[in-house]
């Protein structure tokens, strides 16, 4: 019988999500009899140690014992158990450097990681993850900035809130101004950041109406694929030619950021992807964007005045238009950037209940049998060697 452990986060500041809910634990235990989970104890998960015993798990320290670990972030190298197949966001496939030690000590300890991250189904879609409810923080967290700054109105930080239908509640009876909002992206994301546009009865408009007419109630414009990248060459918007070949594709925003108040930046970015603008371009007068919420979070990517990550405590700073350099927010030269890395952590008990449903639906069974297309295209290290997928990172993960 294959026993399954839930961690303890390891990184620091703790992450409060966990892959299964008490009630999923529960459930398994009942309908996937073959396997047994224990749970390793943590003072931080957003559902109790109690919470777990009373859903009929055990609780331990000694994960010694399991044959696959589950958690979510990055575990530190010191806490990796030899000979182990654990499943995390490894945030290792783009070769992240502050990751390396992590991977390389992998390596040595023979362990096969799969990644959250690289759970596909067959047409490349992701199958498991927390973008949603990043969508959904993330736009909350803009629009709480905006009203910050301008005075027109008032919300709470979402971490103040029960969960998400307490937040929702937040909204009723909400005037929002006239203002306009760019949403960037097609994925879990931004599905998250419409969610909020509807439930705060902002109104979708096509990009054309969006920039050439005035309104008098408070609008969005839903930029994806074609409507926010075209080929170099004048050819045709193809979205698997993007994805292999970004740097012959340009950027379409820059002609948004003179009639927009809130960007939501919900797009995949990676080096050679054009930015959606400029840094010179803040310092143009017509730059009329004053709030960010960039919930995709790359440090200098799709956003370059993303200078460092921000907080849950401290959701937004300030970027002098001038300078450049990081202010306090809401000051009067100053773009104002909501760049938190973890945001599904203020609505932890939704969002891990919504990861593990998906967790249990699509992965689960194909990681206890074996034999599945879409495990081993997420596996990166099998017994601590990298798998074909994978081999770009041989550098990387021998330290050479």
Known sequence: MPIIGLIREGKTPADNRVALTPAQCRWLKINVPEISILV???????????????????ITENMSDCDILLGIKEVPKEQLIPNKTYLFFSHTKKLQPYNQAMLMEMVKKKITLIDYECLEHDDGKRIIGFGFFAGVVGAHNGIMAYGNRTGTFHLEKVNSSKNLQYLIHTYFGLKLPNLRIAVTGSGRVAHGIVEIMNLLEITEVDPEDYLTKIFAYPVYVHLKGGKLYRRKDNGPYQREDFHHHPEQYECLFHK???CTDILMNGIYWQKNIQPLFEVADVQNPDFSILTIADITDDMHGSVPINLEDSTIDDPVYGVDRNTLQKTAPYLPNSIDVMAVGNLPNE?????????????IKYILRDLIEGNSKIIDRARILDKGKLTGLFAYMEDYALGK
């Open 40 to 58: 390793q104890t943590s003072p931080n998960r957003c559902f109790s140690d109690k919470e777990y015993q009373q859903a009929g798990v055990t």
């Open 347 to 359: 609505l932890p008990k939704d969002a891990s209940r919504y990861f593990g449903e998906q967790l």
């Open 256 to 258: 948004y950021i003179g």
